[in-house]
T-cell receptor, first 112, second 110 residues
Framework: DAGVIQSPRHEVTEMGQEVTLRCKPI?????LFWYRQTMMRGLELLIY????????DSGMPEDRFSAKMPNASFSTLKIQPSEPRDSAVYFC??????????FGPGTRLLVL | GQQLNQSPQSMFIQEGEDVSMNCTSS?????WLWYKQEPGEGPVLLIA?????ELTSNGRLTAQFGITRKDSFLNISASIPSDVGIYFC??????????FGTGTSLTVIP
């Protein structure tokens, strides 16, 4: 079975540009999570969905960040406009139960 | 959100040595999990613990759910070079509240 799929794996962009990260969860999983990982702040939960509905978005840093899950097999995390401090590794994870999560390989974002 | 405190932050050990790390909180948790993250990859679930006092093994790894429900421990026996990585604990409280620890970085010297 395929695991969680994320694209792109690497993204380099300039400040002010829009960035869209994509995630395909494991088939049958009801929960989908977006995380951000940096050296300074560690692993931070940004938002998670249950059955395509956003449950907790309290970790979303500010209005520049938005996430959608239009169906059970696809989610996006969008940053508009991007800033250098958004540079990080962004992980998507999915699960059947909230805490036993399966992580994707991550998207490494660099905003210049 | 609430942080889970992991210690030590980093470890440098010789191949063959045993490793112990722990995760503590000021709050009670219902579930504890341990993840390993290798360089350039996402975290991978190693062990899940569901009740106080539970001791669970996965190969050379053994984890325990603390009796107070405020802590958990992970031990690795006879370490090998491929054990290198960052080990994260995670805990779930009631409902959908869950948190990740700050991570323990493990380096195994051949």
């Amino acid at each position: 079975d395929a695991g969680v799929i994320q694209s792109p794996r690497h993204e380099v962009t300039e400040m002010g540009q829009e960035v869209t990260l994509r995630c395909k969860p494991i088939s049958g999983h009801d929960y989908l999570f977006w995380y951000r990982q940096t050296m300074m702040r560690g692993l931070e939960l940004l938002i998670y969905f249950n059955n395509n509905v956003p449950i907790d978005d309290s970790g979303m840093p500010e209005d520049r960040f938005s996430a959608k899950m239009p169906n059970a097999s696809f989610s996006t995390l969008k940053i508009q406009p991007s800033e250098p401090r958004d540079s990080a590794v962004y992980f998507c994870a999915s699960s059947l139960a909230p805490v036993t999560q399966y992580f994707g390989p991550g998207t490494r974002l660099l905003v210049l | 959100g609430q942080q889970l405190n992991q210690s030590p932050q980093s470890m440098f050990i010789q191949e063959g040595e045993d490793v112990s790390m722990n995760c503590t909180s000021s709050s009670i948790f219902n579930t504890w999990l341990w993840y390993k993250q290798e360089p350039g990859e996402g975290p991978v679930l190693l062990i899940a613990l569901y009740k106080a006092g539970e001791l669970t093994s996965n190969g050379r790894l053994t984890a325990q759910f603390g009796i107070t429900r405020k802590d958990s421990f992970l031990n690795i026996s006879a370490s090998i070079p491929s054990d290198v990585g960052i080990y994260f604990c995670a805990g779930q409280r009631g409902g959908n509240q869950f948190y990740f620890g700050t991570g323990t970085s493990l380096t195994v010297i051949p």
